[in-house]
């Protein structure tokens, strides 16, 4: 029997907390018996798999006090970066990223200060530490002083982004025509680099196209790139999978100009719609798409506007990239992801 930490449950949904729902689905789904733990508040469910409401308290203090006491001594995996200090059983963290130490530009300070400090006191303290790539166990190691063979790697997936039939109105609800955009995928954190974008909304605007941008972003990071009536960049605000989903399949590509992933989740999601796959070689996104993609720099001279020519100017290219991201998206699923987590547990 495994017990899953479940505090995932009642936080807004990133790609932290996608991994963390996909990840204990497919555990559930080969078999493995789990508790799936989560404070009051949380839904009564996952999927198929049942959620048990444990304790009083809730955040970080659940976590720290509630969650080991119901957990009692069974294997504890938590799946989004945090965990109990101190538990009755084997304790497994999977820490995405060293984002708090390489990137600090991007939290806040009290975040920062808690994140540093759980990271490099959970290995001290007898937690096994998982991460997804190899570049995220390079960085961890360094920063947390660990021999890298103490950290374990398993992968992500992206099949996720085709269970929901594509919601094509989305296209209509912002005015977007099939092939008539280039799609962006991200945040307002400084690492997820949109500003970088400002360039290549130009190049758009300028053959009568856009860039559209779904996720939680504001028009700051675009200023001066859109005409006066603001056309060459569309925010879409949040989106659901099904509207995500329609996005890809009719972009013309994805801008991914982010200078920091520890994985990488949206790159894999357009490959596996067939969406051709421009970014930035940084981070582990390289590791994850491999010669599937075209590459720019995240901050130098071979551009985001450059990349973005070539695709538009070079025959065949796009339609290249499209069968290369869909062979390469077949590397990685949710149900592989479980599997090797399971045999780093030493459960199967």
């Not at 860039?211 to 028009?219: F, K, N, P, Y």
């Not at 001279?301 to 869909?326: H, V």
């Amino acid at each position: 029997m495994l017990a899953v930490n479940g505090r995932f449950l009642t936080q807004n949904v990133t790609g932290v907390q996608r991994f963390a729902a996909e990840v204990t689905q497919a555990i559930a789904a080969t078999g493995t018996p789990l508790r799936l733990l989560a404070p009051h508040g949380a839904p009564d469910r996952l999927g198929n798999v049942p959620v048990e409401h444990v304790g009083r308290r809730v955040g970080q203090s659940w976590e720290q006090l509630d969650l080991p006491r119901a957990s009692g001594s069974l294997p504890l995996l938590s799946l989004g970066n945090t965990a109990p200090l101190q538990c009755g059983g084997p304790r497994f963290v999977v820490i995405h990223d060293a984002g708090v130490f390489d990137t600090p530009e991007s939290y806040s300070l009290g975040f920062r200060a808690w994140y540093r400090s759980l990271h490099l006191a959970l290995p001290r303290l007898g937690a096994r530490i998982v991460t997804v790539s190899g570049f995220s166990r390079a960085r961890l190691a360094g920063r947390l002083r660990l021999d890298p063979a103490r950290i374990a790697v398993m992968p992500e997936g992206g099949e996720h982004i085709l269970r929901a039939p594509a919601d094509a109105g989305v296209l209509a609800k912002h005015g977007l025509a099939p092939r008539g955009y280039a799609l962006a995928v991200g945040t307002r954190a400084a690492h997820k680099n949109l500003a970088a974008l400002r360039e290549a909304a130009a190049l758009l605007a300028s053959r009568g196209m856009v860039l559209a941008v779904a996720g939680a972003v504001q028009g700051g990071a675009f200023s001066g790139a859109a005409d006066a009536e603001g056309s060459g960049v569309r925010l879409l605000g949040r989106v659901s999978d099904a509207e995500l989903r329609a996005l890809y399949e009719n972009a013309l590509c994805l801008l991914f100009p982010s200078r920091y992933e520890g994985f990488g989740i949206p790159p894999l999601e357009a490959m596996w719609c067939g969406c051709p796959v421009l970014a930035a070689r940084a981070g582990a996104v390289p590791e994850v798409c491999g010669e599937a993609a075209l590459w720019f720099d995240a901050e130098g001279p071979a551009t985001p506007a450059a990349a973005l020519t070539r695709l538009l100017d070079e025959p065949g290219l796009a339609d290249a990239l499209r069968s290369e991201g869909r062979a390469r998206a077949q590397l990685y699923s949710w149900d592989a992801a479980a599997r090797r987590l399971l045999d780093i547990l030493g459960t199967r």
